[in-house]
């Protein structure tokens, strides 16, 4: 019963919202159940989707059982056997099978739903062994294979990369074009540059140049950011080697001086506190520029966005501003050309020092921290010597028991005593906060007290003086006591009023209730006796009935059982005749094509009036197709060849025939006679052969 609530809360939450009930779902049909189940198949592969009515019991069966088996459910047996027989009851819509692989399904849907996307891709496809001698059967099955691994590989790189993105997909994607946008703006910008300088002489060495200075500036940019990095690295170097000088120094002094182990816990507190200082420094200016960050960020998300008109309108800005570039480069290059003065020796020279400068830099921060390995070398040494100093003399590094420490008991021990001196320490001003709270407490409490000691004494004095000792107490104990008294008496009379009211409401409802069911009273025991009839007729017929049912509906199931038993049979054994009929046809083919090899390789008849046999019709074939793959080869290079030639040639003759239309607009204009191509009229036109090309002279 637990199993069938789990299932049925599982079915009524997001992805599937049947608002089922469990009364619903335990009065549904075998078909119902198998039609539901196959619909949660159907979420976690799309191929599953279908209506079970429109197919065979057998079909159903087979494909659901396919898909299980691709899932690997644990329910499935081992045994061949009795996994058909589970898949018999699991193809009638049996409870006691259906039931469980509900629970199993929705207990493990996210889990299935993986699995069912990557069992497609990973099936295992195992042909028979005598297909597997032929090689192109054998090579695709090993390509297959190759497949599914690569396919493995690369969905468990993605499961890791998608871990540990720390962007969005659609962000990343929408950078990406944002990028492949401004790459192409600036490939037809580039190409627009060199169409308007190629028929400028020196515009080749010029474009040579500016990348040159461009790689240049950009080496320079990115010595100055490793120069920049080796720096910090060697500040930082400094400042380890200058701590390790101190520290051993100080450890030096601790040795010659004989401190005690009070004392070296203090150097060492004093230390961690430095260290400590140093860390929340660097975190508040790594806090301080995330926040700038943060602020910046939040400052561009406030702003208002931009609509069509502004951006067209700031392009437009930005080509004019590209062109007053332009214009002030040509203008400077010009003016460079005609001093003769040029920078990029400069440039080189600068950079060559940088580069020179960096590895000077290089050199000593690997002779710094050569320095740093032998100062902590030299620092643990002198630890140890300390250690076993003090162990030989008999003081120095001992603990609370009086025994002597090693180095690693001595670390433990002070990581001891600094956790017990804090502790100590919050534990002290708890204390301190409560002592003053309880002295202020018991200060209001004395007086408190005293106050009220006096009054009750005074109160005393008066009624012994009255002979009433007592009276007070009486007093307001019999005041209560009236109090109550009216209370509850007020509350009994008005229970009373309202309960007699319910009464009579009662009553006159009860009175007309009654006068109004009498006729329908003597109507009912009509009814009833004809209604005791029409039951007992119908019982009787539900009886005979149930019983012809009953045994039809065994009878029923009994044929159709031995039907589907014969129909498998059958169906077997035709299936097995005809794969026995083509494995019969494939080798009586293959027997008679050998033959016929064997025959025309022993000079009884040909194959062909140009092929003795297939061997010499195969050998052709192949060195046709070698012939045939070098022409191409050859004609491959040949374009590449010339792939230059013919693409300037071609937009020579773009050139061509933008001026012969230019040309016949202009005769159009003045009034002759001429064609498109300017071969008619005033215009003249010869073609003159030069080896393969036919050249177009113009008189």
């Known amino acids: 019963m637990e199993e069938i609530q789990r299932i049925v809360a599982r079915l009524n939450e997001p992805p599937f919202n049947y608002k089922l009930r469990l009364v619903d779902f335990d009065e549904k049909s075998p078909a119902e159940l198998l039609q539901l189940l196959n619909d949660i198949f159907s979420t976690m592969d799309e191929s599953m989707k279908g209506d079970v009515r429109d197919e065979e019991d057998v079909t159903r069966s087979s494909r659901m059982g396919n898909f299980l088996l691709m899932l690997k459910c644990p329910l499935l047996p081992p045994d061949e056997g009795r996994r058909q027989q589970f898949m018999e009851q699991f193809g009638l819509g049996s409870k006691n099978v259906v039931y469980p692989v509900f629970h199993w399904a929705l207990t493990n849907y996210e889990k299935l739903c993986k699995k069912a996307y990557l069992g497609k891709y990973l099936v295992r496809i195992e042909p028979p062994q005598e297909f597997m001698q032929d090689e192109t059967l054998g090579s695709l099955v090993e390509r297959y294979k190759e497949l599914q691994q690569e396919f493995k590989t690369t969905h468990q790189t993605f499961d890791q990369s998608k871990a540990t993105m720390s962007r969005p997909g659609a962000e990343l994607r929408a950078e990406i074009q944002q990028l492949e946008d401004e790459r192409r703006q600036l490939q037809d910008r580039i190409e627009k540059l060199k169409g308007n300088n190629r028929n400028e002489i020196a515009f080749p060495a010029m ?186 003399a008999g003081g120095g590094m001992v603990g609370p028991n009086g025994r002597q420490m090693t180095r690693e008991e001595f670390k433990e021990y002070g990581a001891q005593l600094r956790e017990k001196s804090n502790s100590y320490k919050v534990a002290k001003a708890t204390l301190a906060s409560l002592r003053a709270e309880s002295v202020v407490l018991h200060r209001t409490e004395q007086i408190l007290k005293g106050r009220d000691r006096n009054l009750e004494e005074f109160l005393n004095q008066q009624e012994a003086k009255a002979g009433v000792t007592g009276y007070r107490d009486a007093q307001s104990k019999l005041e209560a006591a009236s109090e109550q008294t009216a209370s509850v008496d007020d509350m009994k009379g008005q229970t009373l009023d309202e309960i007699s009211e319910i ?94 090899e064997e025959k025309w390789t022993a000079g009884q ?95």
Do not use: W
Not at 625 to 651: D, F, H, P, V
């Open 207 to 392: 474009l040579a140049a500016t990348s040159a200075m461009r790689q240049e500036q950009d080496e320079e940019v990115r010595l100055q950011e490793k120069m920049r990095e080796q720096r910090h690295l060697l500040d930082l170097a400094e400042q380890r080697f200058h701590e390790t000088q101190r520290r051993l120094s100080a450890l030096k002094s601790s040795a010659t001086g004989g401190h005690s182990a009070e004392a070296i816990l203090k150097e060492l507190q004093k230390d961690v506190q430095e260290t400590a200082k140093v860390i929340r420094g660097d975190m508040a200016g790594e806090r301080n520029r995330l926040q700038e960050t943060i602020d910046r960020l939040e400052r561009q998300r406030l702003e208002p966005s931009r609509s069509v008109e502004d951006v067209e309108r700031m392009r437009a800005q930005v080509r004019q501003l590209e062109r007053q570039k332009d214009e002030l480069r040509e203008s400077v290059e010009k003016a460079m050309n005609g001093r003769g003065d040029n920078k990029l020796g400069m440039f080189r020279q600068h950079a060559n020092m940088a580069a020179a400068k960096l590895s000077q830099k290089e050199e000593e921060v690997e002779s710094r921290l050569k320095d740093l390995n032998k100062s902590r070398a030299e620092v643990e040494e002198l630890e140890a010597k300390v250690n076993d100093i003090a162990a030989a």
């Open 503 to 596: 009464v009579k409401t009662i009553n006159q409802n009860l009175e007309e209730k009654k006068t109004k069911l009498k006729p329908l009273i003597k109507e009912l025991k009509d009814v009833r006796k004809q209604y005791q009839e029409c039951q007992q007729d119908y019982m009787d017929k539900k009886q005979r009935f149930d019983s012809v049912a009953v045994g039809l509906a065994t009878e029923r199931s009994m044929l159709e059982t031995e039907c589907d038993d014969l129909q498998n049979e059958c169906l077997q054994e035709e299936s097995r005749y005809h794969y026995l009929n083509c494995l019969s046809q494939i080798a009586a083919a293959g027997l008679e094509k050998v033959q016929q």
């Open 605 to 699: 008849g040909r194959l062909l009036p140009e092929f003795q046999n297939f061997q010499e019709l195969y050998q052709n074939k192949i060195a046709q197709q070698e012939s045939l793959s070098k022409q191409l080869r050859k004609q491959q290079k040949k374009i590449k060849e010339n792939e230059g030639g013919n693409m300037y040639q071609r937009s020579l003759y773009a050139d061509l025939h933008r001026l012969l239309s230019a040309k016949v607009k202009s005769r159009i204009g003045g009034g002759a006679s001429i064609d498109v191509l300017g071969i008619s009229g005033q215009l003249t036109a010869d073609t003159v052969d030069f080896g393969n090309a036919q050249v177009v002279r113009i008189d």
